[in-house]
Structures are given as structure tokens and as C-alpha cells.
């Protein structure tokens, strides 16, 4: 892995976004959330299903343009309105459906979000000049070591369609690292996953923490959030309606009424693997990534 990311700005806030509104239709997605998160922090976003969590990570990385919002990483404006943009900012993320290049390999895939720091123009990789493919070496170099570091240095030549679904989750990890980002930002990393494997993930989730990154998860397990959130957010319906500590968070009136009659409680355990069909796609709700959607539009932020 690469050199500890030292906060410029002990204590300060990495992200701060202020009123985050977005409407789709008839439906208001987020309205006027407020969230900040500081440097060094792994912060939770929690809420019950379609409560906005997706659509604040889709606005936050550009995916989808708000309506309304005040956007700033370390202290500086930053205008989510372009996923490239925002991954030069230092935001890269995972995504709730996955979203990897199905055919090519686990290596390739880290390969390309690491492109997003690379120099080298058009012209040279074209003319595969000697800078570029000593820049192309250097790639894969990191590239194997990100796999490594997320456990799948033996999965390099699979093909990412073949991997599990939690080896791709690692993966996808490994390909958001590739952008050296400053802030994490996870989509249920842990849906799919066995216990075993969701344990190595809090793991690693500490692991990239200790290197002096910024992790906001979208995580229903209570395991992961009580165990791993410094602080939690609670949406509901698109309004932020609490926010604290992980045991705070918990006990809060308002969080718990939120709660009543979804699908899952506030502070859900999966301590049993969620048993996934063949063919079936066991991610809700997130229509910024349909499906059928290709995997992997070329967006690693
Ligand atoms: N691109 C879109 N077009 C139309 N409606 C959308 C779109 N994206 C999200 N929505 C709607 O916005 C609301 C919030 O959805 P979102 O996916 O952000 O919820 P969520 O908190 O991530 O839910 P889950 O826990 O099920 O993943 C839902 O009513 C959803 O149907
Ligand atoms: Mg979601």
C-alpha cells in the first residue's frame, strides 16, 4: 500500500455538505441534508430502505445532479457534477449493485481506477512512448498490491463476473483505492457477504482507516456500524433525522419510529449469509445503477 495519507487538517472536516436536496418526480430523495464528516472518521449513513442513503452517495460523486447543496472536500468548494471531477477531488466509492468490468480481469479493473492519477496523455499511450509504459508498469505494480491488500492477490487473471460476490466487493474496494482517495465511500460493502468475510471486511475497513483515510459506510449490520462508526446519520425519507454516536443513534425516538414496519430494524444483525439464487440480484432499490445497466460505465469515483 501506499505512504500513510497525512490530514492536512488535524480535527477539521473532510467533507462538509450542507443542504443536499433532490427531488425525482414525485419523489423528494433528500431534502436539505446536512452531513460532515471528519478527517480520519469512519462515519455511518444509515436509514431504512429508500430513506435517500443511495441517491446522498449518488449526489455526493456525481453521479446525479441535486437540486440544491453546498459541496466541500478539505476545506474547498467542489462541484459534484462530474464523476471524474470529483474523483480528482479524492472522493472514490463502491456501489451498491456492483458495478466492475465483467469480462476483464480482477487486475484490470484496479488498473483502470488507477488511470485516474495517471499523466500520461492520449498521444503517449497511443504512441506507447517509454514515459507511458513506464507509467503502465507502475500501474499494474500498484494495482497487485491493492489486490493484496484486500485479500485477492491469488483472484489477479480471474475474470471479475467469475469472483463471489464478496471477493467482488473487495475488489471494488481495491479498484476505488487505486484513485488515492481521501474519502471512502462504501454502499452496503457487506451485502452478500458470509460472517466470515464480513469480519475480514471490518478489518480492512480499520486497516484503510489506520491509513489516515475517511470512510463514509451505507451499512445496515449492527456488527459493522456499532463496531466500526465513529459517528452515524440517520435518513428517513430523505431528511436527516438524527445524528450521533452509533449507541446515541440507537436509542433515538425518532430513529426508531423511522424503523417501524421496514424491512429492517435500525440496528439489523445478518449474522447468517444471505443465500443468493443464481440469477438473482439481491441489491434493492438503487435505479442510478439498474441492473441492466453494462457493469462498470467506466466510473470508478
Ligand atoms: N434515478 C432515480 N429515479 C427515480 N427515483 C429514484 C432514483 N434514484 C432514487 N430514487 C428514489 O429515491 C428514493 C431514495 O432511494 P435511494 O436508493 O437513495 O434509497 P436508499 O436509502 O439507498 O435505499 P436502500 O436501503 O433500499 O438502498 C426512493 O424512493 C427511490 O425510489
Ligand atoms: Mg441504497
Not at 449518488?58 to 445532479?65: F, K, P, Q, R, Y
Not at 484496479?110 to 504512441?127: E, F, P, Q, Y
Request: proline residues 5%; aromatic residues 6%; glycine residues 10%.
Amino acid at each position: 500500500m501506499s505512504a500513510v495519507v497525512q490530514p492536512s487538517t488535524i480535527g477539521a472536516h473532510l467533507l462538509e455538505v450542507a443542504g443536499a436536496s433532490k427531488r425525482f418526480g414525485g419523489v423528494q430523495a433528500l431534502q436539505g441534508v446536512d452531513l460532515r464528516v471528519a478527517e480520519g472518521q469512519v462515519y455511518g449513513l444509515i436509514g431504512p430502505n429508500g430513506a435517500g442513503k443511495t441517491t446522498f452517495f449518488n449526489v455526493i460523486t456525481g453521479l446525479v445532479a441535486p437540486d440544491a447543496g453546498r459541496f466541500r472536500l478539505a476545506g474547498h468548494d467542489y462541484k459534484p457534477s462530474a464523476v471524474h471531477q470529483v474523483a480528482r477531488a479524492g472522493i472514490a466509492r463502491t456501489f451498491q449493485n456492483i458495478r466492475l468490468f465483467a469480462s476483464m480481469t480482477a487486475l484490470e479493473n484496479v488498473m483502470v481506477g488507477r488511470h485516474v492519477r495517471t499523466r500520461s496523455g492520449v498521444w503517449s499511450a497511443v504512441l506507447r512512448t517509454p514515459g507511458f509504459k513506464h507509467e503502465e508498469a507502475a500501474i499494474r505494480d500498484r494495482a497487485h498490491a491493492l489486490l493484496a491488500f484486500v485479500g485477492l492477490a491469488e483472484r489477479a487473471h480471474q475474470q471479475a463476473q467469475t469472483l463471489s460476490y464478496g471477493d467482488q466487493r473487495r475488489l471494488e474496494i481495491a479498484r476505488a483505492l487505486a484513485t488515492e482517495p481521501r474519502l471512502l465511500a462504501l454502499d452496503e460493502p457487506a451485502a452478500g457477504m458470509n460472517a466470515t468475510e464480513k469480519r475480514q471486511l471490518r478489518t480492512l475497513i480499520e486497516t484503510i482507516r489506520g491509513q489516515g483515510r475517511t470512510v463514509l459506510i451505507i451499512e445496515h449490520d449492527v456488527k459493522l456500524v456499532m463496531g466500526l462508526c465513529d459517528r452515524v446519520s440517520v435518513l428517513d425519507q430523505g431528511r436527516l433525522i438524527a445524528a450521533g454516536t452509533p449507541a446515541e443513534v440507537q436509542r433515538h425516538p425518532a430513529v426508531l419510529t423511522a424503523y417501524l414496519g421496514s424491512a429492517h430494524e435500525p440496528f439489523e444483525t445478518h449474522e447468517q449469509p444471505q443465500e443468493l439464487q443464481q440469477g438473482e440480484d439481491p441489491y434493492r432499490g438503487n435505479w442510478a445503477v439498474k441492473p441492466d445497466a453494462p457493469h462498470g460505465a467506466g466510473d470508478t469515483a
